[in-house]
């Protein structure tokens, strides 16, 4: 399975972007699929999962502001990111799963597969 992240960029403060990451070599609607962030000297943290049914979740952090979405027929995920705040930089990884119990999707180990980032910068 390959994993390929686009769409990241430098921004200003409120401004919006748009990730997208597209996937090949395995049945992508079957997959949970995650955004994780990771700023500089932090540990990778959750941001956004959607099941293969379309229920999604959010970290706390970007409820309200950020939404995640899937095209099965493009094998690809989305995620909009609205209202962006200069603590939302950060390198955004997507990944998938074998859908894993909630506790295990927030985390980096509930996901086989990983794309290789894409840098999102938001200045203040």
């Known amino acids: 399975v390959q994993l390929q992240a686009s769409g990241g960029g430098l921004v200003q403060a409120g401004d919006s972007l748009r990730l997208s990451c597209t996937a090949s070599?395995?049945?992508?609607?079957?997959?949970?699929m995650g955004w994780f962030r990771q700023a500089p000297g932090k540990e990778r943290e959750f941001v956004a999962a959607i099941r293969s049914g379309s229920i999604t979740y959010y970290a706390d952090s970007v409820k309200g502001r950020f939404t995640i979405s899937r095209d099965n027929a493009k094998n690809t995920v989305y995620l909009q990111m609205n209202g962006l705040k200069p603590e939302d930089t950060a390198v955004y990884y997507c990944?998938?799963?074998?859908?894993?119990?909630?506790?295990?999707?927030?985390?980096?180990?509930?996901?086989?597969?990983w794309g290789q980032g894409t840098q999102v910068t938001v200045s203040s």
């Open positions: 070599g395995r049945t992508f609607s079957s997959y949970t």
């Open positions: 990944a998938l799963g074998p859908n894993p119990i909630i506790t295990m999707m927030r985390t980096p180990r509930g996901y086989n597969y």
